[in-house]
């Protein structure tokens, strides 16, 4: 078999997909792992496993059986101290094992920007009980968000606005977490003009930053964004700043090559820190329309050493994300001729399964400027529809 890398891709969700798509075009051989069967990147890569990646055994196993030149984590929920031995026996973690160790609870994430680097953040405390919690709030002044330190795209996440609220929004975080860690971030609500992703791209040429991606969120998950967002110059270079230190950190004393997702709050020239994963982003879908090479592509060129031009740029461009309206073990689609009739185009994710509220697809449309853009994407992302049982 020639291959010019063996990647293992930990978390095979619609993010693995396009990423391993990236990774075959440049000639990758590619196994996917997840929790379960069938999952989307696992539709399209070489070889699959299917085990829980918080099984610390079973992670080791699969490493040392398939020897990849690169285990490249998808999601946080991921047994983060055996990547951390591993990578001190000289496996290559892919951006670093501490980028996944503190990326994967928003408590170690924070606890660097804040404390160690100095970015600006909003006020914030940890709690791990309704006492703590109250005590949070208190501190924070309400509203307040809590979110569990451990879970992804949102889940788990509410805003507060009366203290009557708080302990239906502890529970609902507990419920909601990923991990064995009961521990919730009560964080001060920003009264922010917008919000931003600013995929940042850690190089052995330097770092390089695409154009912002704004987004609008809904139960703490991505609906929809859009790129370039139009930002002031004094916020733009706020922004690269805070990002270039932040992965320059995490990169830790091994390489740190790859593509990170930096999440600032935006409010005229202040740029607040939110949150990083050191991956590519949801909200980034959008540059499988705006940009010439996506950010799974560029992920995929920063871990192999390949060039990336720059300065990166976009057209305007717009996502929006077709969801599932209640659970269901078989489904199809249709109404994608409708939705592709205005110029926009359709990806849907292949996920075996459908539960409330999940993101089953997405439309990307691109015009002459994000908001047209955006119409677009929306209506045609309303066009699909899940068939269910």
């Known amino acids: 078999m020639s291959y010019t890398a063996k990647i293992l891709l930990l978390g095979s969700g619609e993010l693995g997909r396009e990423f391993v798509i990236s990774a075959k075009r440049l000639g990758c051989h590619v196994t996917a792992c997840d929790s379960y069967a069938d999952a989307p990147a696992m539709q399209v890569a070489d070889a699959s496993e299917v085990f829980s990646m918080l099984d ?14 690169f285990v490249v984590p998808e999601v946080e929920a991921i047994r983060t101290e055996v990547l951390a031995e591993l990578e001190a026996e000289g496996v290559n973690i892919v951006p670093s094992a501490r980028a996944a160790q503190l990326t994967m609870n928003r408590d170690a994430i924070r606890d660097v920007a804040a404390g160690e680097l100095g970015l600006t953040t909003s006020r914030y405390q940890y709690a791990e009980s309704l006492d703590e919690v109250l005590a949070g709030a208190e501190f924070t002044g309400l509203p307040c968000v809590i979110k569990p330190v451990m879970s992804s795209s949102g889940k788990g996440q509410s805003t507060v606005r ?17 991990g ?38 809904e139960r703490g998950d991505y609906q929809e964004s859009w790129q370039p967002a139009a930002m002031s110059d004094a916020a733009i ?53 705006s940009q010439n090479l996506s950010e799974f592509d560029l992920h995929a060129r920063a871990i192999l050493g390949l060039p990336i031009p720059v300065p990166i740029r976009a057209r305007p461009a717009a996502s929006a994300v077709i969801l599932a309206d209640r659970d269901s073990e078989t489904l199809s689609y249709a109404g994608l001729a409708e939705a592709m009739v205005g110029g926009a185009d359709i990806r849907i994710f292949g996920k075996p399964t459908a539960r409330s509220f999940r993101r089953m697809g997405v439309a990307l449309a691109a015009a002459g ?15 699909v529809r899940l068939v269910y049982g």
């Open 369 to 383: 400027n994000t908001d047209e853009a955006r119409r677009i994407a929306a209506e045609a992302a309303g066009k």
């Open 237 to 289: 270079a706020a922004a690269q700043d805070m990002a270039r230190k932040v992965v320059d950190d995490l990169a830790g004393d091994g390489a740190g090559y790859g593509l990170f997702g930096v999440e600032f709050f935006v409010k005229g020239d202040e740029v607040i820190f939110s949150e990083l994963s050191p991956r590519p982003h949801d909200t980034g879908m959008v540059t499988l329309i």
């Open 56 to 69: 610390g055994d079973a992670l080791r196993a699969a490493i040392a059986r398939h020897a990849p030149d």
């Open 162 to 178: 009366t203290a009557g609220e708080l302990e239906a929004a502890w529970d609902y975080a507990r419920n909601n977490m990923r």
């Open 180 to 217: 064995d860690r009961a521990r919730v971030i009560v964080e001060q609500f920003v009264d922010f003009d917008y919000e931003i992703t600013l995929l940042t791209v850690r190089t052995r040429d330097g770092v390089i930053f695409c154009p912002p991606i704004g987004h609008r969120q």
